[in-house]
T-cell receptor, first 112, second 113 residues
Framework: QKEVEQNSGPLSVPEGAIASLNCTYSDRGSQSFFWYRQYSGKSPELIMSIYSNGDKEDGRFTAQLNKASQYVSLLIRDSQPSDSATYLCAVNRNSGNTPLVFGKGTRLSVIA | GAGVSQSPSNKVTEKGKDVELRCDPISGHTALYWYRQSLGQGLEFLIYFQGNSAPDKSGLPSDRFSAERTGGSVSTLTIQRTQQEDSAVYLC???????????FGPGTRLTVT
């Protein structure tokens, strides 16, 4: 089982819809969870962090964490074409060396 | 404040040459990371520095790759005897401490011809 798994997509949603991006992780002891957005040809940009079970909202973005199910998601409300990018999930390791493990990302396409 | 900076932004080199890539982290960040990203692929971890501790080199793909971090700040990633498969974008990130969120620089695009 991969440490952090994401559906590679592409996930296509119409403009104005809710985009739902999902991520599962294998390390039950993980405590920190991050979502990054990466536009084509650019570097990853941090958009959300979440540490506790439940929802965390920031503008049009909501991160959801369920540690029992080892699942973290990102919801984007009122999706815009400018949201089209690859979204990377990152999870800290409770053991081992490297602090963060990144998923391979989900490509989101918002259709105008 | 200033973010993570990297130089050069683009580097074209001939196979067999050595290259040095530089990363300047956010001031005060104790942890620094190097990643590699090939076209259309995910992030590949290379090396991690935390304070004055010995770096975690577990991601370096071969002994042609090395990195150092001087004075707990600027880091240089060196690739010796470059090969075509080394062509990728090399990304540097820093964080306030090892478990905190990482902030990425703009990357160096390396092309080996």
């Amino acid at each position: 089982q991969k440490e952090v798994e994401q559906n590679s997509g592409p996930l296509s949603v119409p403009e104005g819809a809710i985009a739902s991006l999902n991520c599962t992780y294998s390390d039950r002891g993980s405590q920190s969870f991050f979502w990054y957005r990466q536009y084509s040809g650019k570097s990853p940009e941090l958009i959300m962090s979440i540490y506790s079970n439940g929802d965390k909202e920031d503008g049009r973005f909501t991160a959801q964490l369920n540690k029992a199910s080892q699942y973290v998601s990102l919801l984007i409300r009122d999706s815009q074409p400018s949201d089209s990018a690859t979204y990377l999930c990152a999870v800290n390791r409770n053991s081992g060396n490297t602090p963060l493990v990144f998923g391979k990302g989900t490509r989101l396409s918002v259709i105008a | 404040g200033a973010g993570v900076s990297q130089s050069p932004s683009n580097k074209v080199t001939e196979k067999g040459k050595d290259v040095e890539l530089r990363c300047d982290p956010i001031s005060g960040h104790t942890a620094l990371y190097w990643y590699r990203q090939s076209l259309g692929q995910g992030l590949e971890f290379l090396i991690y520095f935390q304070g004055n501790s010995a770096p975690d080199k577990s991601g370096l793909p071969s002994d042609r790759f090395s990195a150092e971090r001087t004075g707990g700040s600027v880091s240089t990633l060196t690739i010796q005897r470059t090969q075509q498969e080394d062509s990728a974008v090399y990304l540097c990130a820093s964080s306030l401490y090892s478990l905190a969120e990482q902030y990425f620089g703009p990357g160096t695009r390396l092309t080996v011809t």
